[in-house]
C-alpha cells in the first residue's frame, strides 16, 4: 500500500506543475546541450535572448504564437466534446486554400476593407467543410474521428500540391506557387497598425491575425463555460448517456464542436496566406496543426492555458532558430528535440510529478492522505 495525498488545490494543478514539467524538459535538453559539448547555461540564454531579447524577437515569437494558439484551440475545442481532433493540419491547409482562392478571383475587383472580411469568411468555411465530413462520419456512420482527421491531413496536402502544380502556378514560373495577390490584398502587420500609434515596430510577418488569435481564446472560454452550447459539448464530453438523458444529441455537438475547431484551424491559414506570403504556397502550416494537440495538452485544453503554452512553444521556435545560428554546434534537429522534450514532459508525463508533489504538499500542509492499494 502505498499513500497518496487528498486532491490538490487548483494552483498546483494549473501552475505550478506545468512549470515543474518545462524546468524539467529544459533540464533534460540541457543534457543533450552538454553531451555535444556545449554549455547549457550559454544555450539557454542564447534561447531566451533570441525568443524575448528585442522587439525583433519578440514579433517572431508572436507571429509563431499565433498559429499555436488557433491550432491548440482547435484541438481543445473538440477534446471538451470527448473527440481527438488531429486534423488541424488539414483544416489550416484548407484555410488557407479558401483565403487564396478568394483573393485570386476578387483581389483585382474589391477594396481590402470588403475583401479581407470576406477571405477570412472563405477560409473559416473551408476549414469548416474540411472538418465537418470527419465529424459527420464518426455521428452517422461510427468511424473514428483520430483516423479519418489524419488521413484528411494527407487529402489536403495532396490536394494543394496538385491545384498549385495543375491550376494555380503561373506558367513559365519555376517556384510551385500562385501568383501574388494584389497590393493591399493583405492582412495589416503590427509594423503599420502600431505607427498609427506612433510606436515604431520592425517590419516582421506579427500581423492582425495576432489580435484574432486572442479574440479567439476570449470567444472560446466564453462559448465553453458562459453558453447553453458549451454547456451541451461539454456533457457530450463527459457523458454522451447523460447528455441524451438531457435531451441533448450528442452526434449534432459532435458536428457543432468539429465545426467550430475547423473554422478556428483555418485562421492559421489567414495568418500565414493573407498575413504573411500574400500568395498561395506549400507547406504553408509547416506542423502548426500538429504542434497544437501538445499545446492543447499543456494548456490543459483552457484558453488562458493554451494562449501561455503557445507562447512557450512559439518562444521555443523563435529562440531555437536563433540558438543554431549563434551556436553552430547545436543543429536545428537538435532544436526540435527540444520542442519534443517539452512535449513528453508536459503532454504525456504530464502527471508524472504529481504524487511527489502532492504527498509534499500533503506533508508542508498537514493535511491527511488517502491510502491506495
Known sequence: MRDVPAALPRWIDVALLPVLNVALALSAAGLVVWAIGQNPLAAVRLLVDGAFGSALAWSYTLYYTTNFILTGLAVAVAFHCGHFNIGAEGQATLGGLGVGLLMLTLDRWLPAALLLPLALLAGMAAGVAWAFVPAWLQAYRGSHIVITTIMFNFLASTLMVWLIVNVLKVPGNQAVESRAFAAGAALPNAKSMLSLIGVEWPDTPLNLAFALALLSCLAVWLLLWHSRLGHALRVV????DAARYAGISPPRMTLVALSISGALAALVGANEIAGVHHKLLLDFVAGAGFTGIAVALMGRNHPFGIALAAL???????GGSELVFEMPAFTRDMSVAVQGFVV???????????????RAHARLSGRPRRRHG
Open 237 to 240: 464530453g463527459q457523458s454522451s
Open 344 to 358: 513528453l514532459f508536459c503532454g504525456a508525463l504530464s502527471q508524472m510529478l504529481r504524487a511527489p508533489v502532492a
Open 312 to 318: 512557450l512553444f512559439g518562444a521555443l521556435a523563435q
